[in-house]
């Protein structure tokens, strides 16, 4: 007769094992994981009987789905479906039947045969008619555990990779191999953890074989001694002849039943194959670095062993670290395993070092960013285990052994970013490179050959145009370069990302390529910084400084133009102080880094340190500077002191930025955004803020006249929006809301949601709206407007002040008086913190919160603010400023509202109307 049998792959050996209890007069079908059969229909024949196997790996795998019905199923339908329950581990529970369960958790295999028999009998699954042997040959009964057993302890910090065990024993028991061994490689980088993931599944899994044996397969030697160990143990002669011994060893070895063999950090030689185990019974798991195993395994027998994801390597850590940890310990286990890169070894010996030395994780991962090298160069917990950094020397050394410039490149790539180096750079800028390696990678099948021996040994990870390294083979690789080699491939490094650095960094094409590029370029600097310099020659150090300063100074200048302030300042900081060293503050190169340092600085709303760059610079610049220097110079200057009100001044260095472009021929040496354009876009700035629009207009006109990028191509709209609400031109308003619309629609996929020209068109289309009544288009737009700028700058930024201002008003227009109120006093608070309660831009604020407390019912409020806004613009710009109009217009409507024959109103509204006529011809 005929019985089913369902079960994961991994609970193969009590089929055998039942198969062997039950005899031959009965035979098992056996089928994997499945859904319920179906019921039994009247008139049909009856449906064969089918025993589930319950493990705790398969309730572990398998909660759910097809097996939830089984867990749920009451003993009526299980019989209804033929099916029977037969549970193998005790740790299985929640199962709802009971007459059609078998346990054979209780007692040895004698006990388990005889509860199996009766079960089957008296569901009637086994005929009476149909007899067992009374003493079968019975195969090893699973719980016993194996009958030869030599694996090393466990590994007590390995936790967790649940899937990748079951990956591995689903493998062991289903894929055959060229060899006609069903077996598994695992493979992958020195110190993942392949060795202690073989060791975890050899201690769960063991019960599942009859022999577990754990043999050292680095060399030749070391193999065949452990196999003649193995022998000895499986009965096999002593015989002189080791080749003969080892000969009879793999006979028996084939014989077996069921035999597991872990071959630890093994390589693919060809001495392999003469000792290759083979056999039905046979199952290999291979721990290696090399994961081409052709002739030995398939390619679906091979297992790629990553690093753990961040959370899951932190808990690790905290686990094998002990002791007590506060909550603060969970982020510093976080910031440790980020900066070890997740590896399970490194984070081992993090844990240990922490026990040893009785510190917190916060006090090593300070110890990590101050004396990282030596303690991955020399701390090991104990005498069995080296440091971290020599996990990877053996292979380095033999990866150039095989394949010369394998070195080289890996010291190249260890002064990059490691996560993203592509192909493509290295080989498109080859001879920035130059020497060997140049030559190397400026052909293609060379260069193929050192890829594929660095793969071959799991030291880097190949795309089809990138490479990957773990950041802890770059410290490696580091740790065994003298100063003066890495201040070699540091120079070679810098040298070739600042040639693939794109020099017109405002061109939007170029893009793409700067924000690869930009990790390479933070590297860069941070290895500079690491480098001791005092240990090598002057002409090696000034070359060096030399190129990575310019490097800092092109990747700075990019990130202002992206908007990116933190990290321009950053990168352009550290330009300047390397400038600094190697030049005089006189020199164009430190010049340009000043200017543009002041420039984030003034982004960034440090004014103070903005003017003290600005003037530092200026003071520096001497009658031999470059003409295009000293205009970039005096131009920074000048936009700096517009922020200061200091509107003459501001107009004479721009004038004198002006002029000395004109004794330039080209604009192309001067950085992004700058230029006749930029600068005479500033000069109408400064006499749109004095009040003399028709000036205004003919510098915008001429600024536009040269061609703009994206940086200034929307520099004219606000100027014109705001001569056409003086003059009432509608038509020309709701033309430029809708240009500004269009332009977003363009621009917003390519410079990002944030970026500072997209939030000024959100502002500048609002704005639009807002006078024309759009209430609800202005409020979306300024909305977005200020979430940009809460995300970009901060929300104590004078810009999101900017955007607070303009939604404030638009809210107390609307149906949220509170919110609009609040935001504008918030607004209000930012300027007078930022500029002093006497500047022009808080007169802006006063002005805007007073008409919105107009709005909202508080007159003596209202009226208050407003004329403290009026006498800080007469202050600051005279009695006749366009900006007054609307202070008078609002405060000559309040007057009106509390006395219709009011003789200060009627003046105040006749003022605001001269000096709408006064700007009337600028239109």
Same mark, same amino acid.
């Given at each position: 007769?005929?019985?089913h049998?369902d079960?994961?792959?991994?609970?193969?050996?009590?089929?055998?094992?039942?198969?062997?209890?039950?005899?031959t007069?009965?035979?098992?079908?056996?089928?994997?994981?499945?859904?319920?059969?179906p019921r039994?229909?009247?008139?049909?024949?009856p449906l064969?009987?089918?025993?589930?196997i319950v493990?705790?790996?398969?309730?572990?795998?398998?909660p759910n789905g097809?097996?939830?019905?089984?867990?749920?199923?009451?003993?009526?339908?299980?019989?209804?479906?033929?099916?029977?329950?037969?549970?193998?581990?005790?740790s299985?529970?929640?199962?709802?039947?009971?007459?059609?369960?078998v346990?054979?958790t209780?007692?040895?295999?004698s006990?388990?045969?005889i509860?199996?028999?009766?079960?089957?009998?008296?569901?009637?699954a086994?005929?009476?008619?149909?007899q067992?042997?009374?003493?079968?040959?019975?195969?090893r009964?699973?719980?016993?555990?194996p009958?030869?057993?030599?694996?090393?302890p466990?590994?007590p910090?390995?936790?967790?990779?649940?899937?990748?065990?079951?990956?591995l024993?689903?493998?062991l028991?289903t894929a055959?191999?060229p060899?006609g061994?069903?077996?598994?490689?695992?493979w992958?980088?020195?110190?993942?953890?392949?060795?202690s993931?073989?060791?975890?599944?050899?201690?769960?899994?063991?019960?599942?074989?009859?022999?577990v044996?754990w043999?050292r397969?680095?060399?030749?030697?070391d193999?065949?001694?452990?196999?003649?160990?193995l022998?000895?143990?499986?009965?096999?002669?002593?015989?002189?002849?080791m080749?003969?011994?080892?000969?009879?060893?793999?006979?028996?070895?084939?014989?077996?039943?069921?035999?597991l063999?872990?071959?630890?950090?093994?390589?693919?030689e060809?001495?392999?194959?003469d000792i290759?185990?083979?056999?039905?019974?046979?199952?290999?798991?291979?721990?290696?670095?090399?994961?081409?195993w052709t002739?030995?395994?398939?390619?679906?027998?091979?297992?790629?062993?990553l690093?753990?994801?961040?959370?899951?390597?932190?808990?690790?850590?905290?686990r094998?670290?002990?002791?007590?940890?506060?909550?603060?310990?969970?982020?510093?286990?976080r910031?440790?395993?980020?900066?070890l890169?997740?590896?399970?070894?490194?984070?081992?010996?993090?844990?240990?070092y922490?026990?040893q030395?009785?510190i917190?994780?916060?006090?090593?991962?300070?110890?990590l960013?101050?004396?990282?090298?030596?303690?991955?160069n020399?701390?090991?917990?104990?005498?069995?285990?080296?440091?971290?950094?020599?996990?990877?020397?053996?292979?380095?050394?033999?990866?150039?052994?095989?394949?010369?410039?394998?070195?080289?490149?890996m010291?190249?790539?260890?002064m990059?970013?490691?996560d993203?180096?592509?192909?493509?750079?290295?080989?498109?800028?080859a001879?920035?490179?130059?020497?060997?390696?140049?030559?190397?990678?400026?052909?293609?099948?060379s260069?193929?050959?050192?890829?594929?021996?660095?793969?071959k040994?799991?030291?880097?990870?190949a795309?089809?145009?990138?490479?990957?390294?773990?950041?802890?083979?770059?410290?490696?690789?580091?740790?065994?370069?003298t100063?003066?080699?890495?201040?070699?491939?540091?120079?070679?490094?810098a040298?070739?990302?600042?040639?693939?650095?794109?020099?017109?960094?405002?061109?939007?094409?170029?893009?793409?390529?700067?924000?690869?590029?930009?990790?390479?370029v933070?590297a860069?600097?941070?290895r500079?910084?690491?480098l001791p310099r005092?240990?090598?020659a002057?002409?090696?150090v000034?070359a060096?400084?030399?190129?990575?300063?310019?490097l800092?100074?092109?990747?700075g200048?990019?990130q202002?133009?992206?908007?990116?302030?933190?990290?321009?300042?950053?990168?352009?900081?550290?330009?300047?102080?390397l400038?600094?060293?190697?030049?005089?503050?006189?020199d164009?190169?430190?010049?340009?880094?000043?200017a543009?340092g002041?420039?984030?600085?003034?982004?960034?709303?440090?004014?103070?340190?903005?003017?003290?760059?600005a003037e530092?610079?200026?003071?520096?610049?001497?009658?031999?500077?470059?003409p295009?220097?000293?205009?970039?110079?005096?131009?920074?200057?000048?936009?700096?002191?517009?922020?200061?009100?200091?509107?003459?001044d501001?107009y004479?260095?721009?004038?004198?930025?002006?002029?000395?472009?004109?004794?330039?021929?080209?604009?192309?040496?001067?950085?992004?955004?700058?230029?006749?354009?930029?600068?005479e876009?500033t000069?109408?700035?400064?006499?749109?803020?004095?009040?003399?629009?028709?000036?205004?207009?003919q510098w915008?006109h001429?600024?536009?006249?040269? #061609?703009q990028?994206? @940086?200034?191509?929307? %520099?004219? !709209?606000?100027? *014109? =929006?705001? /001569?056409? &609400?003086?003059?009432?031109?509608?038509?020309?308003?709701?033309s430029?809301?809708?240009?500004?619309?269009?332009?977003?629609?363009?621009l917003?996929?390519?410079?990002?949601?944030?970026?500072?020209?997209?939030?000024?068109?959100?502002?500048?289309?609002?704005?639009?709206?807002?006078?024309?009544?759009?209430?609800?288009?202005a409020?979306?737009?300024?909305?977005?407007?200020?979430?940009?700028?809460?995300?970009?700058?901060?929300?104590?930024?004078?810009?999101?002040?900017?955007?607070?201002?303009?939604?404030?008003g638009i809210?107390?227009?609307q149906?949220?008086?509170?919110?609009?109120l609040?935001?504008l006093?918030?607004?209000?608070?930012?300027?007078?913190r930022?500029?002093?309660?006497?500047h022009?831009?808080?007169?802006e604020?006063?002005?805007?919160? #007073?008409s919105?407390e @107009?709005?909202?019912? %508080?007159p !003596?409020?209202? *009226? =208050?603010h /407003?004329? &403290?806004?009026r006498?800080?613009?007469?202050?600051?710009?005279?009695?006749d400023?366009?900006?007054l109009?609307?202070i008078?217009?609002?405060?000559?409507?309040l007057?009106?509202?509390?006395?219709?024959?009011s003789?200060?109103?009627?003046a105040?509204?006749d003022?605001a109307?001269?000096?709408?006529?006064?700007a009337?011809p600028?239109?």
């Amino acid at each position: 007769m005929a019985l089913h049998i369902d079960c994961a792959p991994y609970d193969w050996m009590w089929v055998v094992w039942m198969s062997s209890a039950l005899g031959t007069d009965v035979r098992l079908d056996t089928a994997l994981v499945s859904a319920l059969p179906p019921r039994n229909e009247a008139g049909h024949p009856p449906l064969p009987w089918r025993l589930v196997i319950v493990s705790a790996v398969r309730v572990t795998q398998s909660p759910n789905g097809a097996d939830r019905a089984l867990w749920e199923s009451e003993d009526a339908e299980l019989q209804a479906r033929r099916t029977i329950v037969v549970r193998v581990d005790r740790s299985v529970s929640g199962l709802r039947a009971t007459s059609c369960l078998v346990d054979l958790t209780h007692g040895d295999a004698s006990r388990a045969r005889i509860i199996l028999d009766r079960a089957l009998r008296r569901l009637g699954a086994l005929p009476e008619t149909v007899q067992i042997p009374a003493d079968p040959v019975l195969v090893r009964f699973p719980p016993d555990g194996p009958i030869l057993c030599r694996i090393p302890p466990a590994d007590p910090t390995f936790d967790g990779r649940e899937d990748v065990l079951t990956e591995l024993h689903q493998k062991l028991v289903t894929a055959d191999s060229p060899s006609g061994t069903r077996g598994v490689c695992l493979w992958g980088l020195g110190g993942v953890g392949k060795t202690s993931l073989a060791l975890a599944y050899a201690h769960r899994f063991q019960q599942y074989y009859e022999t577990v044996w754990w043999l050292r397969a680095e060399t030749e030697a070391d193999l065949r001694g452990d196999l003649v160990d193995l022998g000895t143990r499986l009965g096999v002669p002593t015989d002189p002849d080791m080749s003969a011994m080892l000969r009879e060893v793999q006979q028996r070895i084939s014989e077996s039943e069921s035999i597991l063999l872990i071959l630890d950090n093994a390589e693919p030689e060809s001495w392999l194959q003469d000792i290759w185990p083979r056999g039905h019974g046979v199952r290999i798991i291979v721990t290696t670095r090399r994961p081409d195993w052709t002739g030995f395994l398939g390619a679906d027998q091979r297992i790629e062993v990553l690093p753990p994801e961040l959370a899951d390597a932190a808990h690790l850590l905290l686990r094998a670290s002990e002791g007590e940890r506060p909550p603060q310990e969970q982020e510093a286990a976080r910031a440790v395993a980020a900066d070890l890169g997740c590896l399970p070894l490194a984070l081992a010996h993090a844990a240990a070092y922490v026990r040893q030395s009785g510190i917190t994780l916060q006090q090593f991962h300070e110890l990590l960013t101050t004396s990282r090298q030596r303690l991955l160069n020399e701390y090991h917990p104990n005498q069995s285990s080296m440091p971290v950094a020599l996990t990877w020397s053996l292979s380095l050394r033999r990866s150039d052994d095989h394949t010369p410039g394998t070195a080289d490149l890996m010291a190249l790539c260890a002064m990059l970013a490691p996560d993203e180096i592509r192909r493509s750079l290295l080989q498109k800028h080859a001879s920035a490179v130059g020497g060997t390696l140049g030559i190397i990678l400026a052909d293609p099948v060379s260069f193929d050959a050192v890829v594929r021996s660095l793969v071959k040994y799991s030291l880097v990870k190949a795309a089809p145009d990138a490479l990957r390294l773990h950041r802890l083979v770059q410290d490696a690789v580091l740790s065994d370069l003298t100063a003066v080699d890495a201040a070699r491939w540091l120079t070679r490094a810098a040298s070739m990302i600042l040639r693939a650095f794109p020099k017109d960094v405002e061109n939007l094409e170029h893009w793409p390529a700067c924000d690869q590029l930009t990790a390479h370029v933070q590297a860069i600097v941070a290895r500079h910084d690491q480098l001791p310099r005092d240990q090598c020659a002057e002409q090696t150090v000034h070359a060096l400084i030399s190129v990575v300063a310019a490097l800092a100074l092109r990747c700075g200048e990019y990130q202002l133009e992206r908007g990116n302030f933190g990290t321009a300042d950053s990168l352009l900081s550290r330009a300047m102080e390397l400038f600094r060293i190697i030049t005089s503050e006189s020199d164009a190169r430190h010049l340009v880094a000043s200017a543009r340092g002041a420039l984030v600085s003034y982004r960034l709303a440090d004014l103070g340190q903005a003017r003290h760059r600005a003037e530092t610079a200026l003071a520096a610049c001497s009658e031999t500077t470059d003409p295009a220097t000293y205009a970039l110079v005096l131009h920074t200057l000048s936009r700096i002191l517009i922020e200061f009100s200091e509107l003459d001044d501001a107009y004479r260095l721009a004038q004198a930025a002006h002029t000395a472009l004109d004794r330039t021929s080209t604009d192309s040496i001067l950085p992004a955004g700058e230029g006749r354009p930029a600068v005479e876009r500033t000069l109408g700035i400064i006499e749109w803020r004095r009040g003399d629009y028709p000036s205004a207009v003919q510098w915008m006109h001429s600024a536009n006249s040269h #061609g703009q990028d994206h @940086a200034h191509r929307h %520099s004219f !709209e606000p100027l *014109e =929006l705001a /001569l056409a &609400e003086l003059t009432g031109d509608r038509e020309h308003i709701r033309s430029i809301g809708e240009q500004a619309e269009a332009s977003i629609a363009t621009l917003e996929p390519v410079l990002g949601s944030d970026h500072r020209d997209i939030v000024g068109l959100r502002n500048l289309a609002g704005e639009a709206a807002a006078i024309l009544g759009n209430l609800d288009t202005a409020r979306s737009m300024f909305t977005a407007a200020r979430d940009g700028l809460v995300r970009s700058h901060g929300s104590e930024h004078p810009s999101t002040a900017w955007a607070e201002r303009s939604l404030g008003g638009i809210l107390c227009r609307q149906d949220a008086p509170e919110e609009g109120l609040a935001l504008l006093q918030h607004a209000l608070a930012i300027y007078e913190r930022q500029y002093g309660t006497t500047h022009p831009y808080a007169a802006e604020g006063l002005a805007a919160l #007073g008409s919105a407390e @107009a709005v909202c019912g %508080s007159p !003596e409020q209202a *009226e =208050l603010h /407003l004329r &403290e806004a009026r006498r800080i613009v007469e202050l600051a710009y005279g009695p006749d400023h366009p900006k007054l109009v609307y202070i008078l217009e609002d405060l000559a409507a309040l007057l009106l509202a509390r006395d219709a024959a009011s003789t200060e109103a009627a003046a105040l509204s006749d003022r605001a109307t001269a000096i709408r006529l006064d700007a009337g011809p600028a239109s």
